[in-house]
């Protein structure tokens, strides 16, 4: 297990590198010219701007070169300069990353609770209403865009009905706390603000729902067919013969066994989310990195679409790492040496 | 009978729906074993031996219909309300099963599943003292290092070791009771008479009523006192094991005899009844089993024989006495 665990963190460097390489060379084969991005129309006319703004960004110098260079700057954490915000790329990400994370994860636990839960139900209820009711439920959340439901909900529940806060992570007039780990739920509560924590929280119920209802829907139909299975199993038989009630024989007996191969799932589940967001961020005018990256591509900011390929690349690698591990541990049949 | 036994199963019935309409499996099937006593059940798969039993425990399928009577201690189990139910199965009745590695939990360490055993029925019992009578019922059942060996998961115990383990839970909480429902017919030749004499000396040791359900006559013969042959969801010869062996009254028994390989007789091959079972729902009229019988007359095929009882040999045969 530990040399598993290290053979797969010795592998990570080269895997970043492989990131790294792919991202940076993606951008030089892309049709648009970053200059039109830094330089203004009416200066392009003008050679010795132009030149000016070739030497200030590296454009100039060949892409082995700017290859190298960018490599050696990323080594001390320096992701370069935005063109459009004029910061360094990784304040910009540091920044939108906690955002992003704090949104993906809540609507994991959204996710994987009403995932489970439904799965579980439709499948000790196999063939019944509550089955039907379950995969209605389930197909409805996977099939419908994200962006129609998040404009839908925030019509009923915020606009409508007021119960619910409109876009955004918290009130725009709050007395913002200080930034410490970026999740401004936590962040509040490291404050002390406790108003402002559950303004923060109620902000972030419906993009959550909204994200998490697709996955819901592809977990309790994976969980369904798993808990089918494993319910058919002789061991449940065993655990019933035991004296074990339902409840233990479907939670302790037989989810356990279906969480194997959920966890896999749930794992894509969210290094998708993190990178598939964008819209659901952009919906709720949420400061995530999925609205970072479309405005980058937008103004063809080169160093901030790198920067944003690289990051999610390293957040999608650390995720397999874990759900990988995670894995190991659930199933005590993979021995891995 | 004046005394009560301890589990006496009368007339009972389990049926399954297909297409709204119910077809029995089990069709008024009886039996009773006592304290210290072993009923060997024997029939061919799919005679309803072991569905009957699992119903009278209120293991069915959910799609299942169970009618009659299954009396543990006298108190009767049909239509006892499940928490009652629970608390009897594990605690006083055990059971254990086929195939040792699909009955066990693989995710779950054996000793979390023993020790999981006795804490569903005693629940004063710490997780540590659980942990620590797993020890010694892994030890009970004679598998070696057992301290080290409950820390283990299923896959990492052999075909034979599993059902120890199967059998190290079913006694946990010292039943009365000991199902074993083909407990042998999964595992090697070898490692069956293992299991078999772990089985009887448990038997012994704790007094315990044990139900052998088999196919093979040939396990019976030298563990079961009494022998309850079931065809096609029915008992159609019962009858303490020598008598059995000596005067078999049925054709079908006779037939289950001739098939049990023997050594010291020369034979080209192996005697084999003809024809299959009946299909659940596509029972011939009469006696069940006259399709496949060679003594079948005209009586057999129009009225099913009950089985009649002269001494202690029962036998639903229309030609049983005079066989």
């Given at each position: ?14 895997l ?16 648009g010219?970053?200059?039109?991005a830094?330089v203004?129309?009416r ?39 935005s063109f459009?915000?004029?910061r360094?790329?990784?304040q ?10 704090e949104?993906?994860?809540a ?12 799965g ?20 409805f ?46 962040d509040?509560?490291?404050?002390g603000k ?8 109620w ?38 013969a ?15 066994n ?6 896999t ?10 990178t ?15 609205s970072?990256?479309v ?5 063809l ?11 999610g690349?390293v ?5 397999n790492?874990?759900?990988d ?8 049949r993979?021995?891995?040496? | ?6 589990f ?11 297409d709204?309409?119910y077809f029995e ?28 039993v ?27 309300p ?24 693989p ?19 710490s997780?540590?003292?659980?942990m ?14 057992p301290?080290?060996?409950?820390a283990?998961?299923?896959h ?25 429902d ?12 293992q ?21 093979d ?6 563990h ?16 303490g ?5 000596k ?16 050594m ?8 084999s ?14 006696c069940?089993?006259?399709p ?11 009225t ?20």
């Amino acid at each position: 297990m530990a040399r598993y665990i290290l053979r797969r963190l010795i592998a990570m460097p080269f895997l970043v590198l492989g990131i790294v390489t792919l991202a940076f060379l993606l951008t030089t084969v892309t049709k648009g010219d970053p200059l039109t991005a830094i330089v203004s129309d009416r200066q392009m006319n003008d050679p010795e701007a132009v030149a000016a703004a070739k030497a200030r960004w590296g454009l100039d110098r060949s892409l082995p070169e700017r290859y190298l260079i960018y490599v050696g700057n990323l080594l001390s954490g320096d992701l370069g300069t935005s063109f459009i915000t004029r910061r360094p790329v990784a304040q910009d990400v540091l920044f939108r990353l906690p955002a992003t994370l704090e949104l993906v994860i809540a609507a994991m636990l959204v996710g994987t609770t009403i995932g489970i839960t439904l799965g579980v139900l439709a499948a000790y209820f196999h063939n019944t209403g509550i089955d039907h009711l379950a995969r209605f439920f389930a197909l409805f959340g996977s099939s419908i865009p994200v962006f129609w439901l998040g404009l839908a909900l925030l019509y009923v529940f915020s606009v409508k009905w007021g119960i619910l806060p409109g876009p955004g992570r918290i009130d725009p007039r709050a007395d913002l706390p200080a930034m410490v780990t970026g999740f401004m739920t936590i962040d509040t509560l490291l404050a002390g603000k406790i108003r402002l924590f559950f303004d923060a929280l109620w902000h972030l119920i419906l993009p959550a729902f909204v994200l998490g209802w697709a996955v819901a829907g592809t977990i309790s139909r994976l969980v369904r067919a798993n808990m089918l299975e494993v319910l058919d199993r002789e061991f449940i038989l065993t655990a019933r013969a035991k004296g074990a009630g339902e409840f233990r024989v479907v939670v302790r007996h037989a989810l356990r066994n279906t969480l194997v191969p959920t966890l896999t799932v749930i794992g894509y589940s969210f290094a998708y989310l993190l990178t598939g967001a964008i819209l659901t961020e952009t919906v709720f005018s949420w400061p995530g990195m999925g609205s970072y990256a479309v405005d980058a591509a937008r103004g063809l900011d080169m160093p901030a679409i790198i920067g944003v390929t690289i990051v999610g690349g390293v957040v999608f690698l650390l995720t397999n790492l874990i759900t990988d591990i995670a894995y190991v541990i659930a199933n005590p049949r993979v021995r891995l040496g | 009978m004046t005394r009560q036994p301890l589990f006496a199963v009368q007339d009972l019935r389990v049926a399954f729906a297909r297409d709204g309409e119910y077809f029995e499996a089990v069709r008024g099937i009886g039996f009773h074993v006592d304290h210290g006593e072993v009923l060997g059940i024997v029939g061919e798969s799919g005679s309803g031996k072991s569905v009957g039993v699992l119903a009278a425990l209120g293991l069915q399928a959910k799609t299942a219909r169970v009618r009659g009577s299954a009396r543990f201690q006298g108190r009767e189990l049909i239509g006892m309300p499940r928490h009652e139910l629970r608390q009897l199965r594990g605690s006083r009745i055990a059971m254990i099963f086929q195939d040792p590695l699909s009955s066990l939990n693989p995710v779950m360490t054996v000793g979390a599943q023993i020790a999981e055993t006795i804490l569903l029925h005693n629940p004063a019992v710490s997780k540590k003292q659980a942990m620590d009578r797993a020890i010694a019922l892994l030890e009970l059942v004679a598998i070696p290092q057992p301290d080290r060996r409950v820390a283990q998961f299923p896959h990492e115990f052999s075909g034979g070791m599993r059902q120890r383990v199967m059998i190290a839970m079913a006694v946990a909480n010292d039943p009365d009771l000991l199902i074993a429902d083909e407990p042998t017919t999964a595992l090697d030749v070898t490692v069956q008479a293992q299991i078999m004499d772990v089985l009887a000396d448990l038997q012994k040791r704790l007094n315990l009523g044990l139900i052998l359900i088999t196919h093979d006559l040939g396990v019976l013969a030298g563990h079961a006192d009494r022998v309850a042959v079931v065809y096609s969801g029915e008992v159609v010869e019962e009858a303490g094991v020598d008598d059995l062996f000596k005067r078999p009254s049925h054709p079908y028994t006779r037939g289950l005899i001739a098939s049990i390989p023997n050594m010291l007789v020369e034979k080209e091959r192996l005697f084999s009844i003809d024809g299959a079972p009946p299909p659940l729902g596509k029972l011939p009229g009469g006696c069940a089993f006259h399709p496949r019988c060679p003594q079948a007359q005209a009586i057999c095929s129009e009225t099913a024989p009950v089985l009649e009882t002269f001494g202690d040999h029962g036998v639903a045969c229309h030609f049983g006495r005079s066989a």
